[in-house]
């Protein structure tokens, strides 16, 4: 039995290796991560936030919702979009999606 028992400690002690060829792997896939999702990730919010800063009264703007419409009134925190003839709403600003380029809603 105490056969056994050798061999398994000595292949045990073979396997383990140095601390820093274990971190290799992990530090190879953060940096896959960081390149193939963080980056482009912040790289969006940075265009988003840039885009919500941007918008101004007169603006053609569709809402993650899907509402499109024209901006009539852009205060720090809400806007109100004309969707329709004497239909107004109110929506966050953080909600604006996208600007469309001006006549865009006039030609439908």
Known sequence: ??????????EGAAAQG???EGLIPLVLLFVVFY?????????KVKEHKA???AIKKGDE??????????????GDTFCH???ADDVIVKVERQNVAR???KGTLKSE
Not at 1 to 9: C, G, K, Q, V
Not at 35 to 43: A, E, G, M, N
């Open 35 to 43: 390149f193939l999702l963080i980056r482009p990730q912040q790289k």
């Open 1 to 10: 039995m105490s056969f056994f028992i050798s061999d398994a400690m000595a």
């Open 51 to 53: 885009l919500v800063e």
């Open 99 to 101: 600007l469309l380029p």
């Open 61 to 74: 703007v569709v809402t993650y919702g899907g509402l499109a419409g024209v901006l009539r009134e852009v």
């Open 18 to 20: 140095s601390g820093w």
């Open 81 to 83: 979009i004309e969707i």
